[in-house]
């Protein structure tokens, strides 16, 4: 079994600062997808990485997959109260292999 | 463009009750088809899953089961329900054969079990 290990399991910051979140495993994963999920929703997909050191944008969010496709992180830049939610990493194909999640709070 | 539809959206059951849970997608064909259970605030725990109509694979021996009668239909039921049954139940479908692993989840389903 492929297991991703998220850290930290919460984070609390205020808005304007910046934030990373990491997802971890030993194993190998042919491609790894971000989640965020709100409270009562279901995890909306963010971004999928399928390429070794490739590095993904999306407005103030930044993707990195690990050279060794074994880690990911995402980087939230001057964090906004709408950023509050469950980061949720998952890797695999077909079945994933969902991270336990980090929990981000952005207070004004 | 691809939605899916789950309900009821909360849901109150004694337990020894018996559960049933539907999810339907549109916009797509022949999709892949999860149930997932979700502690509060927690990563999720696939539960089934279906690669096609009447084939169910199950992830965790429990008090639930699930069918697909229809390509885009998934249920999750239950005989009689234990107190540990309760939680916040996700499904998700998938196009078959990307390679690229995306899930696409509904609103889901919180039980609670009394």
């Known amino acids: 079994t492929q297991l991703l290990e998220q850290s930290p399991q919460f984070l609390s910051i205020q808005e304007g600062e910046n934030l990373t979140v990491y997802c971890n495993s030993s194993?190998?994963?042919?491609?790894l997808q971000w989640y965020r999920q709100e409270p009562g929703e279901g995890p909306v997909l963010l971004v999928t990485?399928?390429?070794?050191?490739e590095v993904k944008k999306l407005k103030r969010l930044t993707f990195q997959f690990g050279d060794a496709r074994k880690d990911s992180s995402l980087h939230i830049t001057a964090a906004q109260t709408g950023d509050t939610g469950l980061y949720l990493c998952?890797?695999?194909?077909?079945?994933?292999?969902f991270g336990a999640g980090t929990q981000v709070v952005v207070t004004p | 463009s691809q939605t899916i539809h789950q309900w009821p959206a909360t849901l109150v059951q004694p337990v020894g009750s018996p559960l049933s849970l539907e999810c339907t997608v549109e916009?797509?064909?022949?999709?892949?088809l999860y149930w997932y259970r979700q502690a509060a605030g927690r990563g999720l725990q696939l539960l089934f899953y279906?690669?096609?109509?009447?084939?169910i694979s199950s992830e965790v021996p429990q008090n639930l089961s699930a069918s697909r009668p229809q390509d885009r239909q998934f249920i999750l039921s239950s005989k009689k329900l234990l107190l540990s049954d309760s939680g916040f139940y996700l499904c998700?479908?998938?196009?078959?054969?990307?390679?690229?692993?995306?899930?696409?989840f509904g609103p889901g389903t919180r039980l609670t079990v009394t």
């Open positions: 998700a479908w998938s196009v078959v054969g990307t390679g690229r692993g995306e899930q696409y």
């Open positions: 194993s190998v994963f042919s491609s």
């Open positions: 990485v399928v390429t070794g050191g």
């Open positions: 998952a890797g695999g194909w077909g079945k994933l292999q």
């Open positions: 916009g797509t064909s022949n999709p892949n």
């Open positions: 279906s690669v096609g109509i009447g084939q």
